[in-house]
């Protein structure tokens, strides 16, 4: 056994100020104030938050999931616990089916063999979407709609995908929500054009996640709601939200938490692979991105192409906009994405009998450590990441 001391630790019981987590055969074994009989590992004035789980995420670090490499899912699985992120869904772009198939094969065999951040298993976002809120997405790729095609997909992936985006106007659609949500795979609603009736007759289907809300989709109308409309209505609407004040106002992120509250808020990067490296030319997939003040747009429209932020930082940004303590919108990093996937018996909070997934932060919002299955994988104070092994 072993104990990380911290000077809070954010657990769902309440804050306990200066104390101990004990740490044992890769889980939480105690929470206590009581100085432990083991080796402790001190981090004075840092925070003990649930390592927290990005849900979308393209890249980080020069790597991106469309690489289709065990190798890159790697780097990013290193890259992302530098920012407290102990679990993420790589997550596929539209593109032809091969690569696409190629990107979710990869995924499932990277699972359980990074030494940082887990793969939890892929999601796919697109090409089953639609033209008229496009961004990042190159129209020749997108497809209709076909469950045998899907189940293509699900098998190329030895059945680790784990949320795949439709817009819910195309035909066959609710049948696929029908099917989709069967296998036990969430239904995510994005680039799509689909007005208020036919997003929560998706909703009712079984469809639960707003992609990047506001973001790629019907936008609100006081005479027609839209899509928008719909997913801040409907209580069984989860939603995504990049909170690096670049896809979203503060007005809208207050609209959005005002109407779905701390519960039904997914925080995610949505970062491509110019997260992490500075400025200049990159692409996301088959699309040419310039990256000009961490902004990513695409080169050719101009739109927004992914993000290059990450979860703390979007932590942060909720924090500064909503004026709230951090225990209550810690759920959005974690303990919701977990629910979601129903894991959250094993990680998104910090209880006894969890997995010891930990991120320490200090009061100036760095990463001092993160810890996976009870495993030091990241310490701030001397830059070291673990290594896959060769």
């Known amino acids: 056994m072993k104990a990380v001391k911290a000077g809070r630790i954010y657990t769902p019981e309440g804050i306990v100020e200066n104390g101990y987590l004990l740490l044992e055969d890769g889980r939480i074994s105690g929470i206590t104030k ?3 009989p ?11 938050i649930p390592g927290m789980i990005d849900l979308h995420i393209h890249g980080i670090a020069g790597h991106d999931t469309m690489d289709g490499s065990v190798h890159s899912l790697q780097e990013m699985s290193n890259s992302l616990v530098k920012y407290g992120v102990t679990g993420f869904l790589p997550t596929t772009l539209t593109h032809d089916l091969e690569s696409i198939r190629k990107a979710v094969g990869a995924v499932s065999t990277a699972i359980g063999q990074t030494t940082g951040a887990e793969i939890l298993g892929s999601y796919v976002e697109g090409p089953y979407i639609t033209p008229e809120h496009k961004g990042a997405h190159p129209v020749e790729y997108m497809r209709e709609l076909s469950i045998e095609e899907i189940k293509g997909l699900i098998d190329a992936s030895d059945n680790t995908i784990k949320v795949l985006t439709i817009a ?7 049948e696929v929500i029908d099917h989709l949500t069967g296998m036990g795979i969430q239904v995510s609603m994005g680039h799509t054009n689909a007005d208020y009736e036919t997003t929560n007759l998706a909703v009712s289907q079984g469809a639960r996640i707003a992609v990047h809300t506001f973001n790629g989709m019907r936008g609100f109308k006081h005479r027609d709601p839209g899509c928008v409309g719909a997913v801040l209505t409907n209580d069984d609407c989860l939603c995504e939200c990049i909170a690096d004040l670049h896809h979203l106002h503060p007005g809208a992120i ?8 701390s519960d039904n808020i997914l925080l995610i990067s949505d970062s491509m692979a110019a997260a992490d490296l500075p400025d200049g030319h990159y692409t996301l997939g088959t699309m040419k991105v310039k990256v000009e003040d961490r902004v990513a747009r695409t080169v050719d429209t101009n739109s927004l192409a992914g993000s290059t932020t990450n979860l703390l930082e979007c932590l942060k940004n909720m924090k500064e906009v909503l004026k709230l303590p951090l225990e209550e919108i810690l759920p959005m990093v974690g303990l919701n994405q977990a629910k979601l996937l129903q894991i959250d018996h094993k990680v998104g909070s910090l209880e006894i009998g969890k997995m010891a997934n930990i991120a320490l932060i200090d009061e100036k919002w760095d990463v001092r450590a993160t810890f996976v299955g009870g495993e030091l994988v990241w310490d701030g104070r001397t830059g070291a990441v673990s290594q896959p092994e060769n």
């Open 34 to 36: 009581k100085t432990p």
């Open 168 to 174: 819910p106007e195309k035909e066959h659609a609710m």
């Open 254 to 261: 207050k609209l959005l938490h005002k109407t779905k509250g």
């Open 38 to 48: 083991c080796d402790i590992i001190e981090f004075p004035g840092c925070s003990a």
